[in-house]
């Protein structure tokens, strides 16, 4: 269970490096408000699905509500800076949660 467990994170975590290495050498979105949409859309589906199984996190919640008021205030870069945080969040509480099942004394 160990071994599996180890190769799905090592994937996953190949999987998010090779995303986020593609997304940061060019700008595939042509405009800032379809990009905000997409980051808080993806954000907010992740939030709830970890609601849920009741794995979200305090602060997700509340940093999508301070991406959508940065947006709404006129301040995109920020507001879209956030909402991928929030996603990031929401990953990471999938991956912990997978991490809790193995948890515990090892007899």
């Given at each position: 269970m160990k071994k599996v467990l180890i190769i799905a994170l090592s994937v996953f975590t190949f999987a998010t490096a090779h995303a986020n290495f593609a997304t940061s050498s060019y700008n595939w979105n042509n405009s800032s408000a379809d990009s905000f949409k997409s980051a808080v859309k993806a954000a907010e589906t992740g939030y709830k699905a970890n609601l849920a199984v009741n794995i979200a996190w305090r602060d997700t919640g509340k940093m999508i509500?301070?991406?959508?008021?940065?947006?709404?205030?006129?301040?995109?870069?920020?507001?879209?800076?956030?909402?991928?945080?929030?996603?990031?969040?929401?990953?990471?509480?999938?991956?912990?949660?997978?991490?809790?099942?193995?948890?515990?004394?090892?007899?």
């Open positions: 509500k301070e991406a959508k008021k940065l947006n709404a205030a006129g301040k995109t870069a920020a507001a879209v800076a956030l909402a991928n945080k929030a996603h990031a969040q929401t990953v990471n509480a999938t991956a912990q949660a997978a991490l809790a099942k193995s948890a515990g004394p090892s007899f």
